[in-house]
């Protein structure tokens, strides 16, 4: 991991980061800054990370459990009613042969019952007793069956979805123990950004502010309104409070534009006021080369980080999913992003010595990815349209056929796209 201070870097160009690499030191960071673990109702754990292990508190099912309607017999038929067994209840044995008691689906199966009759494969005597052949396979789930008391589920570092919940609620558990969710903030620097209206007069909409909130929740971020400022002003004074201020509360501080060092550009020297340190200081990407990822730590050992993201609209994309992305994933515990990969409908070409990171939409019938058009830096067009984006390696182009890695764009909790 990069241990180069933000002064240092302000002074001195260092080559760009490869963009594996890159995604690799941003983990890193991240898991081992991993936020502390908290206690939530199951009802709220939904979108959030497994701090421990999901356990079983005792077998499951906790009982043996009719699967059907129908009649718990023992021993041969015909056989004389006892009783009925219905669900919620704890039944009395069957304590003699030749008795059955009618029991409904999920009852639990009374002691000494040798077999279960369906309701439908059922008659009766003249006299009121059961008559019929009971299915050779048992028609009752036993103790342990899915799981055993004590038994591991899932790992820590799975994220928490309704799935999840509805089986930690079956194994008796009321609460989960998760991480905590990052708080992030997003600080918009330039001031030629409108932040109402169409563009003109030399001003463009700033078009980051409304959309990053919505990319980091994504991922998993609490973003609250009061918690994206700007534009702010392009001084280092006004970029020095700014980044302050957000580092109050967030773990993590988004900034859009100001990651070069053009007259305007303070996003460097107001991390050196601050004492951080990159952890990646530009990125051999294209688009959206000019990212940065720096860390801050205070005197108590709390962590924080800020992402550098260009300001054009479609690089400050690639920089959230190049960054941003394996961060949030280290912060949660969570594994690193593995990349699902796709095949190529159409060719792609290479950026010489830099990764390319294309947009491309997936034809999920075909299991194919096309690139998109409108994909220039400062557009998003293309972005709008698309499901993610085909990684083409340093040295490289794309040729129809070739399989290739693709970084998705995060969706809504729960949605899977590849």
Excluded: K
Excluded at 50 to 59: H, K, V, Y
Excluded at 131 to 153: D, F, H, K, N, S
Excluded at 355 to 375: F, I, Q, S
């Amino acid at each position: 991991m990069s241990t180069e201070t933000a002064a240092a870097g302000a002074q001195i160009a260092a080559p760009p980061t490869g963009w594996e690499e890159a995604r690799s030191r941003a983990y890193a960071v991240g898991l081992a800054a991993a936020l502390p673990a908290v206690e939530l109702p199951l009802a709220d754990a939904d979108g959030h990370t497994l701090a421990e292990p999901l356990t079983t508190r005792t077998d499951l099912p906790a009982f043996p459990t009719s699967s059907v309607d129908g009649w718990a017999v023992r021993g041969d038929g015909p056989w004389q009613v006892v009783g009925r067994v219905l669900a919620g209840h704890t039944p009395p044995p069957l304590s003699a042969d030749g008795t059955t008691a009618e029991i409904a689906t999920g009852a639990m199966v009374p002691a000494g019952t040798t077999a279960i009759l369906r309701i439908e494969e059922s008659t009766r005597t003249a006299d009121g007793r059961v008559m019929g052949t009971p299915r050779p396979v048992p028609e009752w789930r036993q103790p342990g069956e899915e799981a055993y008391a004590g038994e591991e589920l899932l790992p820590a570092g799975t994220p928490v979805d309704p799935a999840l919940i509805g089986l930690a609620a079956s194994c008796g558990h009321d609460t989960l123990r998760v991480r905590r969710r990052p708080r992030a903030a997003l600080l918009v620097f330039g001031d030629e950004l409108l932040t109402a209206g169409p563009p003109g007069a030399g001003r463009v909409r700033d078009a980051l502010g409304p959309a990053v909130p919505g990319w980091l929740r994504r991922y998993g971020c609490q973003v609250r309104p009061a918690d994206v400022v700007g534009p702010v002003a392009d001084t280092l004074s006004a970029h020095v409070a700014a980044l302050r201020g957000a580092l109050a509360d967030a773990d993590l501080i988004c900034t859009t534009g100001g990651t070069m060092h053009g007259p305007v550009d303070h996003l460097h020297p107001a991390l050196a006021a601050l004492g951080a340190d990159y952890v990646v200081n530009t990125v051999a990407v294209r688009p959206g080369f000019p990212m940065l990822l720096a860390r801050l730590v205070d005197g108590d050992g709390r962590v924080r980080f800020v992402a550098g993201l260009p300001g054009n609209p479609q690089s400050a994309v690639v920089a959230l999913v190049s960054l941003v992305a394996p961060l949030l994933a280290g912060l949660a515990g969570r594994p690193m992003p593995v990349l699902p990969e796709i095949t190529l409908a159409e060719p792609i070409p290479g950026r010489g010595g830099y990764t390319h990171l294309a947009l491309v939409r997936l034809d999920r019938g075909a299991g194919t990815a096309h690139p998109l058009r409108h994909v220039g830096s400062a557009m998003l067009r293309g972005l709008a349209g698309a499901d993610g984006f085909a990684v083409i390696r340093p040295g490289t182009s794309g040729a129809v056929g070739d399989r290739v890695p693709v970084v998705p764009l995060p969706l809504l909790a729960g949605e899977r796209a590849w």
